[in-house]
């Protein structure tokens, strides 16, 4: 998981980093430290995935290269592939 899925998540869900802290059960400092990530998340590993679990209980669905959702959601092309 990168920051740019946790963003993307929380923009879906219309969530501040705040609602994602208070949902996730972590500090709201910690979850903007995380949220200011670019790329791969670090961190203890309890606290990115009460992100994740947090953000899939909403519906959010993380996608790895090449997976597809089913439903709507936004993703990076693979380059060369945009108009």
Known sequence: MNGEQI???RALLGWSAADLAASAGISYPTMQRIDATRGPVTGRYETIEAIRLALEAQG????????????????????????
């Open 7 to 9: 963003r993307a998540g």
């Open 60 to 83: 959010i669905q993380f996608l790895e290269g090449g997976h597809v959702s089913a439903g709507p959601g936004v993703a990076f092309a693979a380059k060369g592939n945009t108009p």
